[in-house]
């Protein structure tokens, strides 16, 4: 008993110890996931805040990433919209450039023209000069040679002549001294000898005294002739000079004169454009405003559908010949500075007349500015690229001799297509009245067809009534002549084809062939 008791006690110290020990566990353990709990719900609030965070920030990155893809989407459109400007306007400035180019070959041939002209004006004028200081620089020379030739040749006429009388007396000396030595004897022969010694020697003399006279002769022809030369280059020069000076004169001289020679240069290329002057347009028209201001436009251009193009020409080349004659830098910004003033100006005046608001013509929105001279105008815009677009806002387009062809060739082929599609129209006419002509032709065709088959039919019936058919008359008459009745005729012989019988006469063939023919005309 005691020691079931003793070992119960242990027992249930073992027992409680182990209860302790369970319920202490159970407590560790529920502390254990109270904090695991604990832990996780923090770590997952932790979690749950880092994962807000996160997807606030990247809300807020894809945003403004949305926002940047919206930015980059409407640059795009807008670079496509650009691109297809761009590419819009790069087929304009390609048909402008073809334009242009054409314009500038134009422009080119007829500076290269103007320019070839002017130069070989200058290198004329030039060579002539140069030739005028060459034959002064040769006459001097050759005055200077002719003279030391004079004073050459008068010393050797001198000398010749001195020679000549000192050896006739050297010779007569000789002469003397051989006759007096020889004696009478041998003075004849003596005196043949000295004839044939000085007889080359007065040839050569002679000769020599010819080609003198012919040199001098000829050097004093050769001296006239060039003194004639001379004067005839010095003319020269002087009206090539005086022809200059009048041509600068001109450019440079009045508004007036200016303004004549580019009517002039206008005329020329309305000549060259093909347009029939009196049809296609009109030079020096009288037009009236409504206030009765008179206008006097150089030229109007007439366009199909009655619409008209005005065109004045504009000559402004002081300032533009000064900056081509200057050599100091500053004197031609200066000078090409007024030039464009100048262009400005006329562009202003040309704008202030409003040629379109003329009820007499119907112009087109804008008023074509001719200047004549293409390299003024290729200046111009050159120094003032806003030059051409400030004039075409003011209804003022800006055209040299090369742009202003091509545009009344352009305008020429206007009028041929025009033209073309007149005659087009009238021929589709001609061609309906041809057509129902043609119709009304068919039908009445149609209708001689069908009245000649009625004639056939009758025919057909008459010569059957009349050779072919039963009891016919062919065949009654000839048995009537067979019968013996008197005839002084006879049938052809393709009508007496059969035998000839008498028959006796059917009434009812009778009847047929005394019934009119309904179909012989309608």
Avoid at 71 to 90: F, G, I, K, N, T
């Amino acid at each position: 008993m005691e020691v079931s008791s003793g070992w119960l006690a242990d027992w249930s110290a073992v027992g409680g110890l182990g209860v302790g020990l369970g319920v202490g566990f159970l407590i560790g353990t529920a502390l254990a996931a109270l904090l695991v709990i604990l832990w996780m719900r923090d770590h997952r609030t932790r979690t749950t805040v880092i994962h807000s965070a996160n997807e606030a920030v990247l809300n807020s990155q894809i945003d403004a990433r949305n926002r940047e893809l919206s930015q980059q989407q409407h640059a795009y459109v807008e670079l496509q919209q650009r691109l297809q400007s761009c590419r819009d306007r790069m087929d304009q400035l390609q048909v402008s450039e073809a334009e242009l180019r054409a314009r500038l070959s134009g422009s080119n041939s007829q500076n290269q023209d103007l320019k070839g002209v002017f130069a070989e004006s200058q290198s004329a004028i030039a060579d002539l000069r140069e030739e005028n200081s060459a034959l002064q620089i040769q006459v001097a020379r050759m005055r200077t040679q002719l003279t030391e030739q004079e004073k050459r040749t008068s010393e050797k006429l001198k000398l010749l002549d001195e020679a000549r009388e000192v050896m006739g007396h050297q010779f007569r000396n000789l002469a003397n001294e051989i006759f007096e030595a020889r004696g009478q004897a041998f003075r004849e022969q003596n005196q043949t000898q000295l004839n044939d010694m000085l007889a080359p020697l007065s040839e050569k003399i002679r000769d020599f005294q010819t080609r003198v006279e012919d040199t001098y002769s000829k050097e004093s022809r050769e001296r006239f002739s060039l003194t004639q030369e001379v004067r005839q280059l010095q003319e020269l020069n002087h009206r090539i000079s005086e022809d200059a000076v009048n041509l600068t004169n001109a450019l440079k001289g009045e508004n007036k004169t200016q303004g004549n020679w580019g009517e002039v240069i206008l005329e020329r290329v309305l000549e060259n454009s093909g347009l029939q002057k009196g049809r296609e347009y009109e030079t020096q028209v009288n037009l009236r405003t409504e206030e009765g201001r008179r206008r006097h436009p150089d030229v109007v251009i007439h366009l199909p559908e009655n619409k008209d193009v005005v065109i004045d020409a504009k000559v402004s080349l002081v300032a533009y010949e000064h900056f081509c004659s200057s050599i100091d830098a500053d004197d031609q910004s200066r000078a090409i500075g007024l030039h464009v003033q100048s262009v400005r100006r006329h562009v202003k005046q040309l704008s202030e007349k409003n040629y379109q608001a003329l009820y007499q013509i119907r112009t087109l929105d804008f008023v074509l500015m001719f200047v004549p001279v293409e390299a003024a105008f290729v200046a111009a815009l050159q120094q003032d690229p806003a030059l051409y677009s400030d004039a075409f806002k003011q209804n003022v387009m800006l055209v040299s001799p090369s742009t202003l062809l091509a545009t009344l060739r352009m305008i020429h082929n206007i009028w041929r297509f025009e033209q073309q599609n007149q005659n087009a129209q009238e021929i589709a006419q001609r061609a309906g009245a041809l057509y129902d002509k043609f119709v009304n032709f068919t039908r009445d065709l149609e209708d001689v067809g069908q009245r000649l088959q009625s004639v056939q039919n009758a025919y057909d019936k008459a010569r059957n009534k009349l050779s072919e058919g039963k009891g016919n008359l062919v065949a009654r008459a000839e048995s009537m002549r067979q019968l013996g009745a008197k005839t002084s005729k006879a049938l052809p012989q393709n009508l007496v084809t059969m035998p000839l019988r008498l028959e006796p006469s059917d009434p009812d063939d009778d009847a047929r062939s005394e019934e009119p023919s309904a179909t012989l005309w309608p």
